[in-house]
């Protein structure tokens, strides 16, 4: 739990994603998906904030270790972030195959 509070007090990109997931969350009432479909959607927005929780991790341990710049230390900042790039990509496209089949069959 401490570690969810330092995320929503310290992370603004976390409070940003949660704050488009949860409508999200509440709109799969009124989307009446399959279960599967439900399960993938829930799974990848779930997703997104699991790689966002370990890319603030990367970057505090990257800033304690290496509070100079270092190339290294941009690389694996980079890294962490594009983990949660592909994440919101991943979300974001099962999200537009959920509601296409649903709008288009």
């Known amino acids: 739990m401490a570690g969810l509070c330092e995320m929503l007090r310290s992370e603004r990109s976390f409070?940003?994603?949660l704050c488009v997931f949860v409508p999200l969350l509440l709109s799969l009432f009124f989307w009446n998906f399959d279960l599967v479909f439900n399960l993938f959607l829930i799974f990848s927005m779930a997703f997104v904030l699991?790689?966002?929780?370990l890319n603030s991790g990367l970057e505090r341990v990257?800033?304690?270790a290496s509070p100079d710049y270092h190339a290294l230390a941009k690389a694996a900042k980079d890294a962490g972030s594009?983990?949660?790039?592909?994440?919101?990509?991943l979300c974001?496209?099962?999200w537009?195959?959920?509601?296409?089949?649903?709008?288009?069959?």
């Open 15 to 17: 409070r940003l994603e």
């Open 50 to 53: 699991v790689c966002e929780c």
């Open 62 to 64: 990257t800033d304690l």
């Open 82 to 89: 594009a983990a949660v790039m592909i994440a919101n990509f």
């Open 92 to 94: 974001g496209a099962l």
């Open 96 to 105: 537009c195959v959920a509601i296409g089949y649903k709008i288009w069959g």
